[in-house]
């Protein structure tokens, strides 16, 4: 079953953007997500493993979210500090940092980002590893709708494609945004339960992740206010027994199945609700 809550317009942590980054020794080739916009540049991360400030740090969000092209190292050095891996403050071209920000629930995700600097050394490029990092960099706003999709009503077993139960579904949930939202923004979460490899587990949540945003275009939903990523199964909200029969873990599993969609955007009074 889905479920479904309207939220009162509260303060809530809920996040927009996008970003990546490089460094020499033991890197792993990526696919760069900037601030603004993918890129298809592709951007080296070095292993966290390495950096010299073990586990990274936490930053200031403000000051992370001040910092642009075209300022010199002595003033990212002054918002967020030295960079966490072996580079140096002059002739370098690259700086490499671990953060950690703040997820919206409760908890932290450590994210990997990457500045790159121009012949004058002033910052020319920003990116995070991941673009879901770059989400949890917006100002706090004010959620209009939260919306939690049950997974076994939109997909098949280990599908990434939505049923035709699962479109209907989304056409009937794009419908309650426009009546409900004026300028909706949307962010969408796939998770999947702990069963199968982590890796398995990731990609499915991704793809399902995208194919409701996907559904959501043909809907009607503007492309540019949707974003979508995969968490697999790190944000599990139900745990089980793992000594049980595996379809007996399966059902129990069930509400970690789920595809999450917040709603940002300014909510539509219901007619007659309000002042004059």
């Given at each position: 079953?889905?479920?479904?809550?309207?939220?009162?317009?509260t303060?809530?942590?809920l996040?927009l953007?996008?970003?990546?980054?490089t460094?020499?020794?033991?890197?792993?080739?990526?696919?760069a997500e900037?601030?603004?916009?993918?890129?298809?540049?592709?951007?080296?991360?070095?292993?966290?493993?390495?950096a010299?400030?073990?586990?990274?740090?936490y930053?200031?969000?403000?000051?992370?979210?001040?910092?642009?092209?075209?300022?010199?190292?002595?003033q990212?050095?002054?918002l967020?500090?030295p960079?966490?891996?072996?580079?140096?403050?002059?002739?370098?071209?690259?700086?490499?940092?671990?953060?950690?920000?703040?997820?919206g629930?409760?908890?932290y995700?450590?994210?990997?980002?990457?500045?790159?600097?121009?012949?004058?050394?002033r910052v020319?490029?920003?990116?995070?590893?991941?673009?879901?990092?770059?989400q949890?960099?917006?100002?706090?706003?004010?959620?209009?709708?939260?919306v939690?999709?049950?997974?076994?009503?939109?997909f098949?077993?280990?599908s990434?494609?939505?049923?035709?139960?699962?479109?209907q579904?989304?056409?009937?949930?794009?419908?309650q945004?426009?009546?409900?939202?004026?300028?909706?923004?949307?962010m969408?979460i796939?998770h999947?339960?702990?069963?199968?490899?982590?890796?398995?587990?990731?990609t499915?949540?991704?793809r399902?992740?995208?194919?409701?945003?996907?559904?959501?275009?043909?809907?009607?939903?503007?492309?540019?206010?949707?974003?979508?990523?995969?968490?697999?199964?790190?944000e599990?909200?139900?745990s089980?027994?793992?000594?049980?029969?595996r379809?007996?873990q399966?059902?129990?599993?069930?509400?970690?199945?789920?595809v999450?969609?917040?709603?940002v955007?300014e909510a539509?009074?219901?007619a007659?609700?309000?002042?004059?």
């Amino acid at each position: 079953m889905s479920t479904y809550r309207s939220c009162p317009l509260t303060t809530a942590t809920l996040l927009l953007g996008l970003m990546t980054a490089t460094v020499s020794g033991c890197t792993t080739p990526q696919t760069a997500e900037t601030e603004t916009a993918m890129s298809a540049t592709a951007v080296a991360f070095p292993d966290p493993q390495s950096a010299w400030r073990e586990g990274g740090s936490y930053p200031n969000l403000d000051n992370l979210r001040t910092l642009h092209e075209g300022m010199d190292k002595d003033q990212v050095y002054d918002l967020v500090g030295p960079p966490h891996f072996d580079e140096g403050m002059f002739g370098e071209r690259e700086w490499n940092y671990l953060f950690h920000l703040p997820d919206g629930r409760g908890g932290y995700r450590l994210c990997q980002y990457q500045l790159h600097f121009d012949d004058a050394m002033r910052v020319d490029g920003r990116y995070w590893q991941n673009g879901a990092c770059a989400q949890l960099l917006a100002p706090e706003a004010t959620p209009a709708m939260d919306v939690t999709l049950d997974v076994d009503t939109l997909f098949d077993l280990d599908s990434a494609e939505l049923s035709s139960r699962g479109q209907q579904r989304i056409a009937e949930l794009a419908v309650q945004i426009r009546e409900r939202v004026r300028h909706p923004r949307l962010m969408v979460i796939g998770h999947t339960d702990r069963l199968g490899s982590e890796q398995y587990n990731q990609t499915l949540s991704d793809r399902r992740a995208m194919a409701v945003r996907r559904a959501l275009i043909d809907q009607g939903i503007d492309s540019q206010a949707i974003s979508s990523w995969g968490v697999g199964e790190s944000e599990p909200v139900k745990s089980c027994s793992d000594s049980a029969p595996r379809e007996t873990q399966a059902a129990c599993l069930a509400p970690n199945r789920r595809v999450e969609i917040r709603v940002v955007g300014e909510a539509i009074r219901a007619a007659g609700q309000g002042g004059r």
